[in-house]
Each structure stands twice: as structure tokens, then as C-alpha cells.
T-cell receptor, first 111, second 112 residues
């Protein structure tokens, strides 16, 4: 089956620094990718998405990079704040209309 | 307010006793999906529905059923629950499949 893996299960950063969370996916036919943020006791919350015809997309303080050659996705958070502490998931959507999620990276922001 | 509503939020039950977890969305979304979340495994898709009366198996459909008789509702049915179905379940919806999903707040099921 497909697999979506995150490189590091935990990440700690100083407040104000930039954070980078990485994700590898396995299905080269996947054409849509999403990053979600999950806070304790809540459902995942959409952060940013990117389609396979793009390699970079920017939002407010967040940037997603897609490298289709090596099947790699990354989420960059600028000027990380305490409110950014959460678990982050990448997800891929394939041509079979299914979503596959990574196992998550827990981000801790140190004040 | 746009939302996905799941009920119940918590349930403790016993092996073999049929249960249904309801899911309702008020955004007129076509795509709906159920996931289970287990420690170290992330979210795994159980079933999804592209539209009314159209449902398909996800990655882990064994032991579950769904139905999509109306656009807004997508119940998850466990006909004969077993302890390995103890998990945190999320319902999600999106306008179409390749769009950001809105998630409910989750249902924590414990099967004894």
C-alpha cells in the first residue's frame, strides 16, 4: 500500500525561529497534498495545500515546498510562536480518490 | 457556523454490541470520509464517499460499514465491534475530493 512518512516524530524550536517539517510520500501519481495541524483534543485543521503542478505555495507565515522528483514535501513555519505547538500531518490524495496521512510530527515551541 | 458534527464524542461499549457513530456536515460538501487515529499510525482512511449513494473502501475498511443516503450525513456502523476497533475516529468533509477537508472533533471509542 501507499505510505506517507514524516522524517522526525518530534521537533523543538525556539520561539521566533523558523521551523521545517518534512514528509516523504510514495505514490508518484498523487496530485494533491495537504498539511494539517492537530492540537490536543481536537480534529486536524487545514493549514495549506499544494497541487502537483506547483512546487511552492505560500500562506500567512507558512510555505509548502513540493519536490516531485524525490517525492518530498515540506512545511516551513516562519517566526514560530507558542501557538504553533501541535502535531503536524502531511496527507496525499491519489487518483483513486483516497487520502493517505503521515504519522505526524509533534512541534514544541520553547518560549 | 460551518462544521462537521460527530456523535457521540465518547463511548465505552462491549464486544459484539452494534453501534453507530453519526456524522453530519452543514456545508453542502460532496466528499465525506471516516478515519481512525491510532498512536504511531497517524490517520487511516476507513471509508469515503464521493457523493450521495456512492461509497468506497479506504485503507482499513474491515469491520466497518457506512451509508450515504443524504448529502449531509455519513454514519459509521460497527456491526459487531471488537477490541481492536478501540480508537479515536474522525469524520471529515470537503467540497470535492481534492479539496481541504473539514474535520469533526472526534469520537473516542473503547470496545471492551
Amino acid at each position: 500500500g501507499e505510505s506517507v512518512g514524516l522524517h522526525l516524530p518530534t521537533l523543538s524550536v525556539q520561539e521566533g525561529d523558523n521551523s521545517i517539517i518534512n514528509c516523504a510520500y510514495s505514490n508518484s501519481a498523487s496530485d494533491y497534498f495537504i498539511w494539517y495541524k492537530q492540537e490536543s483534543g481536537k480534529g486536524p485543521q487545514f493549514i495549506i495545500d499544494i497541487r502537483s503542478n506547483m512546487d511552492k505555495r505560500q500562506g500567512q507565515r507558512v510555505t509548502v515546498l513540493l519536490n516531485k522528483t524525490v517525492k518530498h514535501l515540506s512545511l516551513q513555519i516562519a517566526a514560530t510562536q507558542p501557538g504553533d505547538s501541535a502535531v503536524y500531518f502531511c496527507a496525499e490524495y491519489n487518483t483513486g480518490n483516497q487520502f493517505y496521512f503521515g504519522t505526524g510530527t509533534s512541534l514544541t515551541v520553547i518560549p | 457556523e460551518a462544521q462537521v458534527t460527530q456523535n457521540p464524542r465518547y463511548l465505552i461499549t462491549v464486544t459484539g454490541k452494534k453501534l453507530t457513530v453519526t456524522c453530519s456536515q452543514n456545508m453542502n460538501h460532496e466528499y465525506m470520509s471516516w478515519y481512525r487515529q491510532d498512536p504511531g499510525l497517524g490517520l487511516r482512511q476507513i471509508y469515503y464517499s464521493m457523493n450521495v449513494e456512492v461509497t468506497d473502501k479506504g485503507d482499513v475498511p474491515e469491520g466497518y460499514k457506512v451509508s450515504r443516503k443524504e448529502k449531509r450525513n455519513f454514519p459509521l456502523i460497527l456491526e459487531s465491534p471488537s477490541p481492536n476497533q478501540t480508537s479515536l475516529y474522525f469524520c471529515a468533509s470537503s467540497l470535492q475530493g481534492n479539496q481541504p477537508q473539514h474535520f469533526g472533533d472526534g469520537t473516542r471509542l473503547s470496545i471492551l
